[in-house]
């Protein structure tokens, strides 16, 4: 690749590092925040889960306008009103004011500065060979957050509060503002590289709908939300109610995304040459076993290490395969929409995973019921995928 695509691809890396990085830091405000507010967990749960789920509805809407107006264009306003959001909630004062911030608003910025987003931009200045492997690397930038960025929250919260956390954490925001103006610095390849640029809006959601391959992909999609949202909301908390330092929580939860750097990378690159189905299967078949340990093992350093590990390099290696899927089998015109579309079965999953899980904790003091749920659910994403048929859908919406 040439080197102004490479510098295109770490600015949309590092906006991932920031804007991922930032909202995977936000399960470390579950206790603190409970606590000061004097609310069940399922309280601050829903805002996350509502969040997650406006993320999803809003992402193939953001799509849509990305693909008209310029993915940098929404990137700068979602940049914007993320830091708006944090700042609200640093004025919290109940589940009102919560779900109003941490739900709604900071959903609708974090769809306009998502990885669909991010892979519309980078599919129509990357050659079609190197795809997945340049949405690899655009994924292992929000990795990298989870490991740059969360531990800097746990400092703060320890020494500051959440409230000034919250505050500091809108400066970042800001900061993607300039990284998303650098996203319309590329012209997009010539159409014959990118594809035909023919087929309508209304064509390509007619083909996916009717695509069983695309059916089966999204509703897989829907385990990989449900486990992310899981994790990245209620993992921390378990690991303190266990009985581990919180500084051993939050170095755990750190492990994960800087594995998933090294996972992101090798999924990428495995995606160009390997089924990408397959590969889909593997993860989904591990994830099942690792939450394993957690229902049947006493929760010690060793254990949260290496559960953090090991589901680090797995955590969002779904993603690289299952966006390279979407392009493969319809080109680059509308991939931001239609990966939009799967990634709002993802959001989905990921609303029940982080408000059920705080209900079935409230109700029952265990989160034994909820890594059952994930077991099962790993095995019925693996099953999924196994038949998807990754043969373009048909010449019209093919890349060439």
Not at 149 to 174: I, K
Not at 208 to 214: C, E, P, S, T, Y
Not at 254 to 260: K, P, V
Not at 283 to 304: G, H
Request: glycine share 10%.
């Amino acid at each position: 690749m040439k080197r102004s695509v490479w510098l295109f691809i770490l600015c949309a890396a590092v906006l991932m590092t920031l804007s991922a990085g930032i909202r995977q830091g936000l399960g470390l405000f579950l206790r603190p925040i409970s606590l000061d507010l004097d609310m069940g967990r399922q309280v601050f749960g829903l805002a996350l889960a509502i969040q997650t789920l406006v993320i999803g509805l809003s992402n193939p809407f953001a799509g849509i306008l990305a693909d008209r107006y310029g993915h940098w264009r929404v990137a700068l306003a979602g940049a914007a009103l993320y830091a708006v959001s944090l700042l609200l909630a640093s004025q919290s004062q109940g589940p009102t004011s919560i779900t109003l911030s941490f739900g709604l608003l900071m959903g609708l910025a974090l769809s306009a500065v998502s990885m669909s987003v991010m892979f519309g931009a980078a599919a129509r200045v990357v050659a079609p060979e190197k795809r997945t492997f340049a949405f690899g690397l655009i994924t292992s930038g929000g990795s990298f957050g989870q490991f740059l960025v969360v531990p800097f929250t746990m400092n703060l919260l320890t020494e500051m509060g959440w409230r000034e956390t919250c505050a500091w954490l809108s400066v970042g925001a800001l900061l993607i503002m300039l990284l998303a103006r650098g996203l319309g610095t590329l012209p997009p390849l010539p159409a014959a590289t990118r594809g035909k640029e023919s087929v309508s809006l209304g064509e390509a959601l007619r083909s996916a709908r009717q695509h069983r391959g695309f059916v089966l992909l999204t509703l897989s999609y829907f385990v990989c939300g449900f486990h992310v949202a899981l994790i990245m909301t209620h993992l921390p908390a378990f690991f303190l109610d266990r009985g581990l330092p919180p500084l051993v929580s939050a170095q755990a939860y750190a492990l994960i995304g800087l594995f998933n750097i090294f996972g992101c990378y090798f999924f990428g690159w495995a995606g160009t040459r390997w089924p990408k189905h397959l590969l889909l299967v593997a993860i989904y078949s591990a994830r099942a076993v690792i939450f394993i340990p957690l229902l049947l093992l006493p929760t010690t350093p060793a254990l949260a290490y290496g559960f953090s590990i090991i589901m680090g390099f797995i955590f969002l290696g779904t993603v690289p395969p299952t966006s390279g899927i979407v392009a493969q089998l319809f080109g680059v015109r509308h991939l931001t929409t239609l990966f939009g579309i799967s990634f709002l079965s993802h959001q989905l999953g990921g609303f029940f995973g982080s408000w059920l899980a705080g209900l079935i904790f409230d109700h029952t003091g265990s989160y034994d019921l909820v890594w059952m749920m994930a077991i099962a659910l790993g095995v019925i994403a693996a099953a999924l995928c196994l038949p998807i048929d990754e043969r373009p859908a048909n010449d019209k919406l093919q890349s060439a």
